[in-house]
């Protein structure tokens, strides 16, 4: 017989504060979930900015509600590449579209997966966003998601956020 036992509700309580931290990142989040694309955006409120199109690309963009974060995917629903590989005229398209500025870097990188190609840029101003992107290919499109917290607010936990958001990626369905 033992006689010293821990109560239940302490049991309890150390369980759930246990699986509370095996989330990634802590507190509520906003789940985007469209064209076979998750992710898991920090905090609530967030809210779509729309879909604005170049051509046949269409882009949608999310922020929070201070506007000091941001979402983005943007694809060619029209595209059917012949091989499953980023093409780097996509690329540059994207860039040119979306506004990115002559210092954006590029190199390989991997998002929920796929091979693809990273993209960096921090646009001027403290109004300006630093942005992280995957230029992916699911689906026989080029495909790109990133996310990005505003240049004011990126020593202050937004550069955290934007790599928990696109560590939290998933493709749901492959076009």
Excluded at 13 to 19: D, E, F, G, Q, T
Excluded at 46 to 63: A, D, M, P, R
Excluded at 100 to 115: D, V
């Amino acid at each position: 017989m033992i006689t010293n036992r821990l109560p239940m509700s302490f049991i309890l309580l150390l369980l759930l504060s246990m699986l509370w931290g095996c989330g990634g990142s802590s507190g509520p989040t906003t789940i985007y979930d469209d064209e076979g694309i998750r992710a898991n955006l920090p905090g609530t409120g967030w809210y779509s900015l729309g879909n604005s199109t170049e051509g046949s690309l269409v882009i949608e963009t999310w922020v929070n509600p201070d506007e000091t974060m941001m979402f983005r995917v943007a694809s060619d629903p029209e595209e059917v590449l012949s091989s499953p590989v980023v093409q780097s005229s996509a690329v540059e398209r994207y860039m040119s579209i979306v506004g990115y500025p002559p210092t954006t870097s590029t190199e390989s990188g991997m998002l929920a997966g796929k091979r693809g190609i990273r993209l960096e840029a921090i646009q001027p101003g403290n109004d300006g966003y630093h942005i992280v992107e995957y230029a992916i290919v699911t689906g026989f499109q080029n495909v790109f998601v990133g996310a990005g917290a505003r240049t004011s607010h990126w020593s202050k936990g937004g550069s955290e956020a934007v790599e928990d958001i696109l560590r939290s990626v998933e493709l749901t369905d492959q076009r």
